[in-house]
């Protein structure tokens, strides 16, 4: 399993500091490092699948609530709470994408 990863956001949950099309790279989280709300991290969500999103809280059960920024998103409760086990890494940078950057061609 690799360290890091990287990803191109693909809608605006994450908008407007992350807008569409932006890159992100995150790092293994493995679950007994701790997290804290305000994370940004990417989740394997049992049936929205790869989501990245931030940590809204952690209940008793040790499960993440999670929250994007636009307001048009899903609400921390229709995704409803994630285990740890769902967490495939922490984002630790990220590039904003700009109106023409993924209008990029290959190899550019």
């Not at 191109?8 to 997290?35: E, F, N």
Request: overall charge positive.
């Amino acid at each position: 399993m690799r360290w890091f990863n990287s990803y191109r956001l693909h809608g605006h949950s994450l908008a407007p500091r992350l807008p569409q099309h932006s890159l992100v790279i995150s790092m293994r989280w493995p679950g007994h490092w701790p997290l804290a709300a305000g994370t940004t991290i990417v989740v394997e969500h049992p049936t929205l699948g790869r989501l990245i999103k931030h940590v809204d809280r952690i209940d008793h059960h040790g499960r993440l609530w999670l929250y994007g920024e636009h307001p048009d998103g899903l609400s921390s409760e229709q995704m409803g709470p994630v285990s740890r086990q769902c967490v495939k890494g922490r984002v630790i940078f990220s590039v904003a994408a700009t109106s023409s950057s993924h209008q990029l061609g290959h190899g550019a």
